[in-house]
Antibody, heavy 118, light 108 residues
């Protein structure tokens, strides 16, 4: 079955960096775009970043442009989110999600908590 | 950016009753709308796409309707496992893909 297993996350100081990973299985990873979506504590869902199936095209929400980088290694079936210059308002559970023709997100990874705090 | 507005924020419903959740888009999105269910401590789960098509494995008590700017998710005969937060999401104009703030369906 299609599965997304996330790793990474944790506590980091403001200005620090962190890399999240999302290992995919059960589908042809190299044929699908992938997203990162986050959810601040007690809040709703916010789309963060998208990468096309081949990693050539990327999109970001305005608040993370220039700080976050989405990437993928199709040989390892793995999606990444490199987060630099982290701020307190980046604190959230981060989810990876499989794209369905730039439409809906399904399925989602289990989520990983990123806490930015001194 | 398309803004998605969900109402109400909280809906109190008794088990076995019907729940009707609304989602409005700030401009027309045709039928390019998805609904997700999220339970505490869990990732969101896709329920509906194309405004009215149930995702694989979603029971028929869940139904979606609407087009343009007004959409509805209806849950017939609420079961205990249906008490959760529900989000709508548009994919007509992107980036960004945008979500509503959610409707919490709680036990009355």
């Amino acid at each position: 079955q299609v599965q997304l297993v996330q790793s990474g996350g944790g506590v980091v100081q403001p200005g620090g960096s962190l890399r999240l990973s999302c290992a995919a299985s059960g589908f042809t990873f190299s044929s699908y775009g992938m997203h990162w979506v986050r959810q601040a504590p007690g809040k709703g869902l916010e789309w963060v970043a998208f990468t096309r199936y081949d990693g050539v095209n990327e999109n970001y929400t305005d608040s993370v442009k220039g700080r976050f980088t989405i990437s993928r290694d199709n040989s390892k079936n793995t999606l990444y989110l490199q987060m630099n210059s982290l701020r307190a308002d980046d604190t959230a559970v981060y989810y990876c999600a499989k794209d369905n023709w730039a439409n809906w997100f399904d399925p989602w990874g289990q989520g990983t908590l990123v806490t930015v705090s001194s | 950016e398309i803004v998605m507005t969900q109402s109400p924020a909280t809906l109190s419903v008794s088990p076995g009753e019907r729940a009707t959740l609304s989602c409005r888009a700030s401009q027309s999105i045709a039928n390019n709308l998805a609904w997700y269910q999220q339970k505490p401590g869990q990732a969101p789960r896709l329920l509906i796409y194309g405004a009215s098509t149930r995702a694989t494995g979603i029971p028929p008590r869940f139904s979606g309707s609407g087009s343009g700017t007004e959409f509805t998710l209806t849950i017939r005969s609420l079961q205990s496992e249906d008490f959760a937060v529900y989000y709508c999401q548009q994919y007509n104009n992107w980036p960004p893909w945008t979500f509503g703030r959610g409707t919490k369906v709680e036990i009355k």
